[in-house]
């Protein structure tokens, strides 16, 4: 293959216009010529640049409100024709045809479009044709042609340019190349998921998922495995939206449970102040404060021991006397809607506990899909948005939870959405004071979490459980009773769980039995 290629002409047709005054003024100064379009050629005219116009090579004006302005032979023609075959050379000089060594083309801002909510009309004039169709035909032909999809590969370009006398190599135009398949593959899949959307197919025929580099990662889940961090485009608050103050870069599993804390705790946005620390994406202590120092140190004490080296998120900007409180034991990441300067001063001598602060909370009740990877395959849903109001309870017990067990109820219920199944979730004033996660019994739960609350009263000098006087919540039904008696057992005096086991009349007398208050929801929160 050949590697040196000169640029000698070069077709440039973009909606980002950054940096582009300073690339175009350093080809002109090696004497590229200059073709473009529309707006960006009036754009390098008024900078004082020749520039000739691409009607000028295909002999037709733009037309048709721009729709149709380079899906023409004498630029297609001049993108994709191989340099080394002597039939593409006289098809070339036989219709007039000069080659484009250079394509500077990006698309539309379709994503944009959307994200600010235009209609539809404006939607369909904002995706790109001809700028796909040009970028897909340079990259085809990488053998001779470059092709640039993105400012920031401006400078590398006129790097190359410098190393090799106004060229570049084949390994730069293939590297290229890629990126700009990717860009155009990242294109189409945000246009067919608008239209999905506008036309209400839940399961398209094919379903493709797009992706911008934002880090490269050291390792995965462990160290023999490679891993990276791409965005969505989304925008949803959260960790690919924060701004990282300080500590080391994050890992993969730093980025995974900092996302688990951040969508726990958005659970309380506007609620009082709330804290959620987490541990291998499972809490290990959630609760509300009268301020977040007092939420912390409440989260904190449900299970001192699993805190240790976790992730913390908070629904209010972290302060000074909570960051003062957090660096007391050592803390992977915070997350908060912001931070004040004195916490991040604080923060400041712990040069290894990373800050992420966003610009608000996610909001737990967006629409939007999950998915998993299996073997030959994905498995796509929607994100569980789901949630209850005390409208939505079904009391069955002979006796209804007071004014204070369901507070604490439905606070214990929002919390149990947010840990793996099966899950079990005892709470006490607002505040959680056991957790049992990812057992393959939901009676192992119950007991695990009713362990680790003797265990943290022990620890903290308590003569009864913590989970004396609880309210437990179960992410699924109850599929015998051993598990709600056990709870019983526990302490706990009020029970949240969805219902509809064929044992669900064994349950509620059990509960009846015990004096317990139990209501059903009608909605499980498996999380797998």
């Known amino acids: 293959m050949t590697n040196l290629v000169p640029i000698g002409r070069a077709l440039i047709s973009v909606s980002d216009k950054s940096g582009l005054l300073d690339l175009a003024r350093a080809l002109s100064a090696r004497g590229v010529e200059l073709i473009s379009t529309g707006g960006t050629s009036g754009m390098l005219r008024t900078a004082g640049l020749k520039v000739r116009d691409v009607s000028d090579v295909t002999g037709f004006p733009e037309m048709m409100d721009g729709r149709v302005k380079t899906l023409h032979p004498n630029v297609h023609g ?3 024709a191989l340099r080394d075959d ?29 994200a600010k909510g235009a209609d539809h009309a404006t939607c369909i004039e904002n995706i790109d044709i001809g700028g796909p169709a040009m970028i897909r035909a340079a990259s085809k032909n990488h053998k001779f042609v470059t092709v640039l999809t993105d400012p920031a590969d401006y400078q590398p370009f006129l790097d190359q340019l410098a190393a090799h006398d106004g060229a570049t190599t084949l390994a730069f135009r ?16 945000a246009v067919s998921a608008w239209l999905a959307g506008h036309i209400g197919e839940r399961t398209p025929r094919h379903k493709t998922f797009g992706g911008k580099l934002a880090q490269g990662l050291r390792y995965g889940e462990n160290p023999h495995q490679s891993a990276a961090f791409y965005t969505d485009g989304s925008k949803r608050e959260g960790v690919a939206t924060a701004r990282q103050w300080q500590g080391k870069e994050l890992s993969y599993n730093n980025i995974n449970d900092t996302d688990a804390a951040f969508e726990l705790v958005a659970e309380f946005a ?22 977040l120092a007092e939420a912390y ?56 506990l990373r800050l992420l602060t966003t610009a608000g909370l996610p909001d737990a009740r967006s629409k939007g899909l999950a998915f998993k990877q299996v073997a030959g395959g994905f ?25 204070a067990e369901l507070t604490d109820l439905l606070f214990a219920w ?105 209501v059903f929801t009608g909605q499980r929160h498996f999380r797998h």
């Not at 499972?282 to 509300?288: E, F, S, T």
Request: charged content about 20%; glycine content about 8%.
């Open 86 to 114: 002597d039939e593409h050379l006289l098809a070339m000089a036989a219709h007039g045809i000069e080659p484009i060594d250079l394509l500077i083309v990006n698309l539309y801002p379709f994503e944009e479009t959307v």
């Open 379 to 403: 498995l796509v849903q929607d994100r569980d948005a789901g949630f209850v109001t005390p409208a939505d309870l079904k009391v069955v017990t002979k006796r209804a939870p007071t004014d």
């Open 414 to 518: 929002k919390v149990a959405k947010h840990v793996k199944s099966n899950a079990i979730i005892y709470v006490k004033g607002g505040a959680t004071v056991g957790v049992g996660a990812g057992q393959m019994s939901r009676i192992d739960s119950t007991r695990i979490a009713a362990r680790k609350s003797q265990d943290m009263a022990e620890a903290l000098g308590l003569s009864a459980p913590l989970t004396q006087g609880s309210v437990v919540a179960s992410d699924a039904f109850f599929p015998f009773a051993d598990g709600l008696i056990a709870a019983a057992e526990a302490g706990a005096t009020a029970i949240i769980q969805p219902g509809g086991s064929m044992r669900d009349d064994e349950v509620i007398a059990a509960a009846d039995a015990a004096g317990l208050a139990m």
């Open 297 to 352: 140190a409440r989260a904190y004490d449900c299970d001192r021991t699993s805190a240790f080296g976790g992730i913390v998120a908070l629904n209010q900007p972290l302060d000074a006397e909570t960051a003062e409180k957090i660096i007391e034991i050592f803390t992977e990441v915070v997350i908060a809607p912001g931070a004040s300067d004195e916490a991040k001063a604080i923060f400041a001598t712990k040069k290894n």
């Open 78 to 80: 001049a993108l994709l």
């Open 174 to 189: 293939q590297k290229m190349a890629l990126t700009a398949y990717a860009k155009t593959a990242a294109y189409d899949t």
């Open 270 to 291: 506007g609620d009082a102040p709330a804290c959620a620390i987490i541990k291998h994406a499972n809490p290990c202590g959630v609760a509300l404060g009268a301020s």
